[in-house]
């Protein structure tokens, strides 16, 4: 390669805005020379270098864009210690089969036994195969909610929630929701319906679901559309956040917070 036609080809990647290619060009053709590769092996391996680049940097802006409040994997979730998961079926859902077809996953127990996380680790999974991902904490949610019906923007708050393709809202339930928030909250399930999956965790049983709203009808609407094609993890089990405490002795063990669904 003469030095008119190596100059020419780095001004090329730099117009193309390939710069991982530009970067790895040397070491590559280098390797190329070494282990005899064909022309086509060299332009493979250089474009699979651009291809990962532009991944990663995928990753980190869909992650940014995510608003995750913690970073959790799947790997990081002891599955022994809670033993009513299938760790089967949520390696199935890491698959993320459920978000192509539009369906929900519900992930429902008592506080501490790692709805978030395993909540996080599906979203962080979505995001590696670059499914675009909005965490929501309800409760967090409900004084901005307020704010934007005051500066009626509602409609607008709900149309980017439709975007992503995966929505994940958690701790349903923590707090009751007035009307206005659970009118939204059926307006966004409804406009999601079929179309935009929700992983949605809640410490309450479905047949609770009456006193979050306070409106029985409500919430069968919402919970028949969040339903109607879903998955339910009903985690039954022990805190994680207090094992250590209780293997000290701190305190024995609380009573379960909720019935079971
Ligand atoms: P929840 O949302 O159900 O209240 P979290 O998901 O916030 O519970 O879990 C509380 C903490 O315990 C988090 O730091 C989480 O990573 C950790 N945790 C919960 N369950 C497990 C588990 N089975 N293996 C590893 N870490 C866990
Ligand atoms: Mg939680």
């Known amino acids: 390669m003469t030095d008119l036609t190596y100059s020419r080809l780095q001004a090329h990647l730099t117009r193309l805005r390939l710069h991982r290619a530009l970067d790895r060009l040397d070491p590559i053709a280098e390797e190329a020379a070494k282990h005899n590769w064909t022309y086509l092996d060299f332009l493979d391996h ?25 970073q959790k994997t799947l790997d990081q979730f002891d599955f022994t210690f809670q033993p009513s998961i299938s760790e089967r079926q949520v390696r199935e859902l890491a698959t993320l ?15 501490g036994v790692g709805k978030t996380h395993l909540a996080i680790a599906l979203g962080v999974a979505a995001i590696a195969q670059s499914i675009s ?25 709900l149309t980017t929630l ?56 409500l919430a069968s609407a919402i919970l028949d559309r969040l339903l109607h094609f879903s998955t339910t993890l009903n985690i039954r089990g022990q805190s994680y ?13 609380l009573p379960e917070p909720q019935k079971e669904a």
């Not at 991902?133 to 607008?156: G, M, P, W």
Request: hydrophobic share 40%; charged share 30%.
């Open 46 to 70: 250089l474009l699979e270098e651009e291809i990962s680049a532009r991944h990663e940097r995928d990753v980190v802006m869909k992650t940014k864009l995510a608003h995750f409040p913690f």
């Open 241 to 253: 956040r207090l094992r250590d405490k209780r293997k000290a002795g701190v305190f024995h063990d």
């Open 133 to 157: 991902v909005y965490f929501l904490t309800i409760s967090d949610r409900l004084d901005l909610l307020h704010k934007d019906a005051k500066e009626d923007r509602l409609t607008e708050r």
């Open 97 to 111: 089969r459920f978000v192509a077809q539009g369906e929900n996953v519900l992930l429902l127990g008592p506080p």
């Open 162 to 217: 439709c975007k992503p393709k995966l929505l994940i809202l958690d701790e349903m339930g923590y707090f009751p929701l007035d009307r206005a928030s659970a009118q939204f909250l059926f307006q966004l399930v409804s406009r999601r319906y079929q179309k935009g999956s929700i992983i949605l965790t809640s410490n309450k049983s479905y047949g609770d679901w009456g006193d979050i709203f306070a409106d029985q009808v």
